[in-house]
């Protein structure tokens, strides 16, 4: 059998001297590599400073109302039920209620430093879900350590009470019925030269009894253990706290 040759590798050329200036290039240039992409780092740089900016501006924010705390005191302001007097408190044959109350509240401004305003005032009467009265304050202002008393006539015409309310039960056995009131306005503070904006608050007095009046005589509203409570109506998106 015949031995099989192989041609024999072409011999590497050498290299010329000196060198070319594209070996001399070529030798100089890094070889690419390709870098890792800085996407996370750099998001993470951006919610490092944005979580810093946020609790900074919290601190700064807590800071401003110490300091505004110490220096002014600030309290909410108070309101008290001084009197109500009923002039009519009747339920006809048809279930038609009719009403009218002659009624007081004081507003007291307990602050040193502030003065508060006040927009006209919407008054509600509650008695068992049912209005038994409506009515209005006309705007005002409690200056410092100031206390003012507030009147208006709360009434209302025709309205229609069910057959199975307690309140038609109630004033057909001439008992005393529970009396709720509420007070919805805009209020804003003055502090020396600056004014806040307008805040919605409403004013809840619970824990009367109001009764029908005999004859002509104006029935007295017990409010001795009536309670106001003040809220701020606070809306935040659909919510209001």
């Not at 594209?22 to 993470?44: E, F, G, M």
């Amino acid at each position: 059998m015949a031995e099989k040759i192989y041609p024999a590798a072409k011999p590497t050329p050498n290299p010329t001297f000196p060198a070319t200036k594209a070996q001399l290039y070529n030798h100089s240039r890094p070889v690419y590599r390709p870098q890792p992409r800085r996407t996370r780092s750099i998001c993470c740089s951006c919610c490092l400073w944005i979580t810093f900016t946020i609790i900074l501006l919290i601190l700064i924010a807590a800071a401003a109302a110490g300091v505004f705390y110490v220096l002014y005191r600030p309290h909410r302001p108070t309101f008290a039920v001084s009197s109500i007097h009923v002039s009519q408190f009747s339920l006809s044959s048809s279930n038609k209620l009719n009403t009218k109350f002659n009624f007081t509240i004081t507003a007291r401004n307990p602050n040193k430093k502030i003065s508060f305003s006040y927009d006209p005032v919407t008054v509600s009467f509650d008695s068992n879900g049912v209005d038994v009265g409506d009515g209005t304050i006309p705007a005002f202002t409690t200056a410092k350590k100031n206390t003012t008393a507030l009147r208006t006539v709360v009434s209302v015409t025709g309205q229609s009470v069910d057959d199975s309310s307690e309140l038609k039960s109630d004033l057909k056995s001439k008992k005393s019925v529970p009396l709720k009131i509420q007070l919805d306005t805009k209020v804003k503070a003055k502090v020396g030269g600056f004014k806040s904006k307008k805040v919605p608050i409403r004013v809840t007095c619970d824990g009367m009894k109001a009764a029908a009046p005999a004859g002509k005589s104006a029935a007295t509203v017990r409010t001795a253990d009536a309670e106001c409570k003040v809220d701020l109506r606070i809306k935040i998106w659909k919510w209001t706290v």
